[in-house]
């Protein structure tokens, strides 16, 4: 296992009052942030690609209030550290106050990497956490954490593949997402959170973007970890 961007470490949280305690829902006096328009988060260089972002210090968290934000990360699949350029495994280390949210999208086109490719939008609810799955746009899967998590704004981890390809294990043909439940970092076979239900079929051409972005609303992104690794949820 190769992971190319190390996780933020976890006293990040306590400095940012981002876990338990805080919910997630208060930025800390003591802390001042900045917008930024480009920057690393744990190693991992983005650029804003919309909206406000803000960060405390150079490579720390990442912030943005309800007005929301956008960043694109600078380098591809390929150059994150994925061995082959059409799978992504993902990390992302993120809390959410309540009514934000977090989109993960990878595999879009430069300019709509919102709006092509495929990608996973998590939603915070009062005590729960919803998400979505969307291929080019398409809704494939809305549904909720279950249980949802014990602590909803804290901070969360959740592991998210990404296939421009056909999916491991899955009829030829079909493509798009597996996603684990919150805080498993050790995904293993048939535990994802869509219990083996395969994605949609789609055009070989649907997914010919390389860009991978996070869009966050009310939300803080905490760290971002890319592993050379492709577990598959039903292989």
């Given at each position: 296992?190769?992971?190319?961007?190390?996780?933020?470490?976890?006293?990040?949280?306590?400095?940012?009052?981002?876990?338990?305690?805080?919910?997630?829902?208060?930025?800390?006096?003591?802390?001042?942030?900045?917008?930024?328009?480009?920057?690393?988060?744990?190693?991992?260089?983005?650029?804003?690609?919309?909206?406000t972002v803000y960060q405390?210090?150079?490579?720390?968290?990442?912030?943005?209030?309800?007005?929301?934000?956008?960043?694109?990360?600078?380098?591809?699949?390929?150059?994150?550290?994925?061995?082959?350029?059409?799978?992504?495994?993902?990390?992302?280390?993120?809390?959410?106050?309540?009514?934000?949210?977090?989109?993960?999208?990878?595999?879009?086109?430069?300019?709509?990497?919102?709006?092509?490719?495929?990608?996973?939008?998590?939603?915070?609810?009062?005590?729960?956490?919803?998400?979505?799955?969307?291929?080019?746009?398409?809704?494939?899967?809305?549904?909720?954490?279950?249980?949802?998590?014990?602590?909803?704004?804290?901070?969360?981890?959740?592991?998210?593949?990404?296939?421009?390809?056909?999916?491991?294990?899955?009829?030829?043909?079909?493509?798009?997402?597996?996603?684990?439940?919150?805080?498993?970092?050790?995904?293993?076979?048939?535990?994802?959170?869509?219990?083996?239900?395969?994605?949609?079929?789609?055009?070989?051409?649907?997914?010919?973007?390389?860009?991978?972005?996070?869009?966050?609303?009310?939300?803080?992104?905490?760290?971002?970890?890319?592993?050379?690794?492709?577990?598959?949820p039903c292989?």
């Amino acid at each position: 296992m190769d992971s190319r961007a190390r996780p933020f470490p976890r006293v990040a949280a306590a400095l940012l009052v981002c876990a338990a305690l805080a919910g997630c829902d208060d930025n800390p006096a003591e802390l001042t942030l900045q917008p930024v328009t480009s920057g690393t988060i744990g190693g991992v260089s983005f650029t804003v690609s919309g909206g406000t972002v803000y960060q405390a210090f150079p490579g720390g968290p990442l912030r943005a209030d309800e007005t929301g934000g956008q960043i694109v990360l600078d380098e591809d699949a390929a150059g994150l550290g994925m061995s082959d350029p059409d799978l992504l495994h993902l990390r992302t280390q993120f809390a959410l106050s309540n009514g934000g949210s977090l989109q993960i999208a990878a595999f879009g086109d430069t300019g709509s990497e919102f709006s092509s490719g495929v990608w996973v939008l998590l939603t915070r609810e009062d005590a729960g956490i919803d998400y979505q799955l969307r291929l080019s746009g398409a809704l494939f899967v809305d549904s909720a954490f279950t249980p949802a998590p014990p602590i909803p704004g804290g901070e969360h981890w959740v592991v998210t593949e990404f296939y421009a390809d056909s999916v491991p294990g899955y009829v030829a043909g079909q493509s798009g997402i597996t996603m684990w439940e919150l805080n498993d970092l050790t995904p293993g076979l048939g535990e994802d959170a869509l219990r083996c239900d395969p994605g949609p079929a789609i055009d070989p051409t649907a997914l010919m973007g390389d860009r991978v972005g996070y869009a966050l609303e009310s939300a803080w992104l905490l760290a971002v970890e890319v592993v050379d690794q492709i577990v598959g949820p039903c292989a």
